[in-house]
Structures are given as C-alpha cells and as structure tokens.
C-alpha cells in the first residue's frame, strides 16, 4: 500500500499505483482488510477518470469485503445512483436498493428509490408491495392518505385490481371526506364493477359537492342514466333529469337522456319525458326536437282524432320550418292511413301529393294510396284515390301491369267510368294484350254518348279482331255493324278486303250491290266491280253481263267494262254467252269505227245465234260491211 501511495502521491504515476492497487486487492482472499483498503484508494481514481463501468465493478467488490453495516448500506446506495443516473442499468440499480431492503425492510430511502425505479420499470407488482409498505410505515396522516391514493391509482391502472383499488379509495374517502378526485376514481371503478347502486351514491355525492355548475350537471345525468338503464327506477330517472333541465334548460346530456324515454315501451314514462321537454323546444325553437315529442304524443294517444291533429302539426312543422320534404311525407302517410280508417281522406290527399312529389317517393305514396282504398265508405273517394294509383303506377312509376290491376279495381268500383276506361284502353294497347282491349272496347262501345264515338271504337275492334285476334269472322261482323251506322269509305274498303280474303263473295256482290243501291258516286264503276266478281268468283255470267249492259248504258266507252268484256270473250264460254258478250261489244267498236272487231263481234253473234231471223239479219250486216270495206 505505502508503494502505491509513493506511485500515486509523490511520483505522480496514477497508472502505477492503479496496478499496484490491483495487484493487493488479487490478495483479497488471504488480506481482506488491505484489499479492501486498496479498493476505496482505487476508487478516487476511478471515479477522477469517469472510468465508470470499473467504478461499478470496483464498488460491487467493496460492498463484497465491507463488514461496516452504515458504510456497507453507503456503498449500496452509490452504487444504486451510478447504475440508475450514470449508467442507465435500472435493473442493477433495483438490485441495489433491494439488497439495502434485505439488511433492513424498513429503509425508507430504499423503499422511495424503488418506489421510483419499479414505476419507470413497469414492475407494477413490486410496485405496488412497495408503496403498501411505505404506507403502513407511515406516520403522518397525509403521508398515508397520499401514499394510499398511489396505491389505488397502480391497483387501477396497472394491475387491473379493481376491488383492491375500490378499498383504497374508499379508504381515503373515509379519512378525507368527499374528495373531488377521488369519487371520480370511485365512479369510474363502480362502473367498471357494475356495481350501480354504489355508483348511484357516489353521483349524489358528486351533485352535491362539485363546485363547477357543468359538473353538477354532469352527476346528475349520470345519476339519472344509472338510474334510468340499470336501477330500473324510471321516476328516480325522470327526477333527476327535470332536475337538472331546471338548473340549465339547454343541458345536452338531460334533453339527450329524456329523448330516449321517449322511446320507451312504459307508455307513462314516454308522456312525462314528452311533458318535460315540450315546452323547452317549444320555447327555444328546437323543431327537430320538437317532432320527436309530437311523434310520442301521436303514438302513445288512444284517440284517433288527436292523433291525426299531432301528425297534421308534425307535417307543417316538417315541411314549413325544417325544410324536410322526406320527414313530411312520412307524417302525411301515417295521418292519411288513420284518416282513411276513420273514412275520410279529402284533407290528407293533397298534402300526400304534394308531398310525395317533392321528395320524390311515389313508390310510398301509392303503396298507402292502394292499401287504404278498400277502407273508404264514400264511392266516389275510393274511385278517386284507385285511379290515381293506376295512374302513378302508369306515368311516374313504369309498372303497367300494377297500373293495370289499379284501374281494374276502378273499372269494377264503376264500370261505366270513362277516364278509367280509357286508361285501361291505352295500357293494354301499350302492354299487347287485345283479348283485354277488346273487352274494353265493348265497354267504351257500350257507354259510348254519340254516333261518332261509337264509329271509332267500332273500327278499333274491327281492326283488332282482323289483326291481332285473327279473328275475321268477327271483324266482319263488326263493320257490317259499323256500315249500319254510315257507309263509310274506309269501313267498305277493309270490309270488302276481308270478304274477299274470306272467299265471301256473295257477301261482297251484296254490298256492292247496296252502294250501287243507295247511290254511293262511281256508280258504273261500281256495276264493273260487281260484274267483275260475278262473273270470276261468284260464276254467274249472266248477272255479270247485266251489270256490264247497265254500265256502258251510262257510260258507252267504259275501259274498265270494255276490258273485262273482251276478256269474258277471249274465255272458255258457251257460244250463246260469247254472242250476248258480242252484242254489247258491237256498238262500243261501231262507235270507234273499229270495223275489224265489228265484225268479230258479229261472227261471236252469228255462232252464239239459234234464231234464223237473227241469223239472217247478222248475215246481211257481215255482207254489208265486206262490201263497204
């Protein structure tokens, strides 16, 4: 040792006397006592040159070799605050101050520095064990309580000991009385428990103790909620929320709290919340709110008559003042749907259609309108509101089946009912169903008012029946029933396709024959057409051959009579016939001059001829014309 204070004090050679140092504390086994020595000497030098992982070593091996109790809880303590503060080793700082506990379980240095180290540690446990016994060592009353609140806060927060941590706080709420942070503590660990009528307690403390207004506001919500959802104590509830509506009217929390009574099933507890808050929105021109609680009193009344009053009140406010089409018409469906059960609709059908227009819901609006239709006592609103379901299924809706079945369901309330028929008419002419339109045109034919309107329907079902029903036979019947009416051009001419088409040609020769009769213009014209059928489909030459006569009796030079004449001559007919055929053709070709067809004309004559005088008279004519040719 007197080398190593030569080496360090007198020749200035720390790192001499370090390695002596050194050399005594390797004896430490046989010279404890010198190692010892030589390890405080080692420390000074250590500690002068920052050489602090050696300092530690170097104090470790100290608190080995000291046999001093104080210097030994000394040499601890420093080594505690060089691992914490210098070397960042909390765990070996722990060690420390843990190892001065083992010498002495009351060290009140130890138990703080550890209180310290375990919280930034995380080592809640040994936390908490340390902070129970700094309380129970401690003397003073405030010491305890604090000491006691830590407690409570690391059962809480940390070791999730929630009964623990409520037998703390109680126990400082017994020394202290009603302490502010603590019965929040005690709120929020009750809640946790779900233990509610402690918690209940706990809220009436804090109403009564807290100092802010917005606080003693806030408890008395609270109280009421716990009261309200889990003490079932509903007028408890509703006390304590007009409670505190009286302190502050516009406290968010207490309207919040009664509006959800509003939806409870105890119909008493829904009207007191509705009584309660009626006359504050009322009051501050909350109309939001204000629906809610005309809903409740709509709802929960017996009496129809009121109940249509509060949803009329609700629709204006709705509609007027919130500007809400959507929330508007939800009213007007429920006041139309209780109007109609008590029979009459007239007020609520307007307001229903303006309404649905703007929010753009005719899907709801007739979904309640064909619903409520059967309900109506007066016929001429059950008509009224049918059809105009047929209608908005048809125009606003494109469902022309639905609109279809409204209009049916009209049709049958009034079958004579014009506009439904009409509506029927043209759905089932969009929808391709004439077997239904020409139901419907029976109908219309049958209430028609005037000669021209049954005309029309008239040629409606003719052309159904002669095209999509195929079915001529009643097509015809139907415009012989419509030239009964007027013989009108159009009607003949489809008339006369279908007898034709039909092979009905006695038909067809009859009404030809009743235009010629009744003195329809293009008369000859007409005894053409006549003859024409007469003779190519009917087979009765004679009767054709008159009609011809008649024809070029009015008009001689007739090409259309002329051209079937020579046609009729050119065929495959008796003789005779050909010489009547001939003596009509006779005088058309004299009058042309045409001497050539003449005298063709008088040969057919001559071969058709059994009359000798008749014969010798149409010979004579042949010689004449020879010679004069």
Excluded: C
């Excluded at 000291?66 to 722990?94: C, M, N, P, Q």
């Excluded at 079958?415 to 219309?444: G, W």
Aim: glycine share 4%; hydrophobic share 40%.
């Amino acid at each position: 040792m007197q080398a190593a204070t030569i080496q360090r004090e007198i020749l200035d050679d720390s790192p001499a006397a370090e390695v002596t140092y050194g050399e005594i504390i390797a004896l430490r086994g046989e010279e404890s006592e010198l190692a010892l020595e030589a390890a405080r000497a080692l420390e000074s030098l250590l500690a002068t040159g920052a050489r602090n992982e050696e300092l530690s070593q170097n104090l470790r091996l100290q608190i080995e070799l000291e046999t001093d109790f104080d210097r030994k809880r000394a040499l601890l303590a420093r080594l505690a605050h060089l691992s914490s503060e210098v070397l960042g080793d909390k765990a070996a700082a722990i060690g420390a101050w843990e190892a001065r506990l083992e010498e002495s379980s009351d060290d009140a240095e130890a138990l703080l520095a550890l209180t310290d180290l375990y919280e930034q540690s995380g080592r809640y446990a040994d936390l908490a064990r340390v902070v129970q016994e700094r309380r129970d060592a401690a003397t003073k009353d405030a010491d305890r309580v604090l000491l006691t609140r830590k407690l409570a806060e690391i059962q809480e927060q940390h070791l999730g000991q929630t009964v623990l941590s409520i037998e703390s706080y109680q126990t400082v709420l017994d020394e202290v009385g009603p302490d502010v942070e603590v019965l929040a503590a005690l709120a929020r660990l009750y809640g946790k428990a779900e233990r509610y009528l402690e918690l209940s307690e706990i809220y009436e403390k804090q109403a009564d103790v807290l100092e802010l207004e917005s606080e003693r506001l806030s408890a008395l919500v609270a109280l009421g909620r716990i009261r309200a959802e889990k003490l079932e104590d509903l007028p408890g509830a509703l006390d304590t929320y007009r409670r505190a509506l009286s302190v502050d009217m516009n406290q968010a929390e207490a309207r919040a709290a009664l509006l959800k009574l509003l939806a409870h099933e105890d119909t008493v507890t829904r009207l007191e919340a509705a009584e309660i808050l009626q006359p504050i929105f009322e009051a501050d021109g909350n109309h939001e709110r204000l629906l809610t609680v005309l809903e409740v009193q709509a709802n929960s009344n017996d009496d129809a008559s009121v109940q249509i009053e509060r949803l009329s009140s609700a629709v204006r406010v709705a509609e007027e003042a919130l500007h809400d089409a959507g929330r508007a018409l939800g009213y007007a469906l429920r006041g139309t749907k209780l109007a109609a059960e008590q029979g009459d609709v007239s007020d609520w059908l307007p307001v229903l259609e303006r309404l649905a227009a703007r929010a753009e819901a005719r899907s709801a609006q007739v979904e309640l309108l064909e619903r409520i239709a059967p309900e109506l006592f007066d016929a001429d609103q059950q008509l009224l509101v049918q059809k105009r379901v047929g209608s908005l299924y048809r125009d606003e809706l494109q469902d022309l089946d639905r609109a279809i079945a409204a209009y049916e369901k009209a049709a049958e309330a009034r079958p004579d009912d014009r506009e439904t028929l009409s509506a029927l008419e043209e759905l089932f002419t969009r929808t391709k169903q004439p077997k239904s339109l020409m139901q419907i045109l029976e109908r219309r034919e049958e209430a028609a008012e005037s000669d021209s309107e049954r005309k029309g329907l008239l040629f409606q079902r003719a052309r159904l029946f002669a095209t999509e029903l195929a079915e001529p036979a009643r097509a015809i019947e139907t415009y012989e029933a419509l030239l009964d009416v007027e013989l009108d051009p159009t009607a003949i001419a489809e008339l006369s396709a279908l007898y034709t088409k039909q092979e009905r040609f006695e038909d067809l020769t009859q009404l030809i024959q009743r235009r010629i009769d009744e003195g329809e213009s293009g008369r000859v014209a007409l005894r053409v057409e006549l003859a024409r059928v007469l003779a190519d489909n009917v087979g009765d030459l004679d009767r054709s051959l008159d009609e011809l006569g008649e024809a070029l009796a009015e008009d001689g030079q007739n090409a259309s009579a002329i051209e079937l004449l020579e046609r009729l001559s050119r065929g495959d007919v008796e003789p005779a016939k050909k010489g009547r055929i001939a003596a009509l053709l006779e005088p058309v070709y004299m009058v042309r001059a045409d001497y050539g067809r003449v005298l063709h004309a008088l040969e057919l004559r001559l071969a058709g001829s059994e009359d000798p005088t008749e014969r010798r008279e149409l010979i004579t004519r042949l010689a004449q014309i020879h010679v004069e040719q």
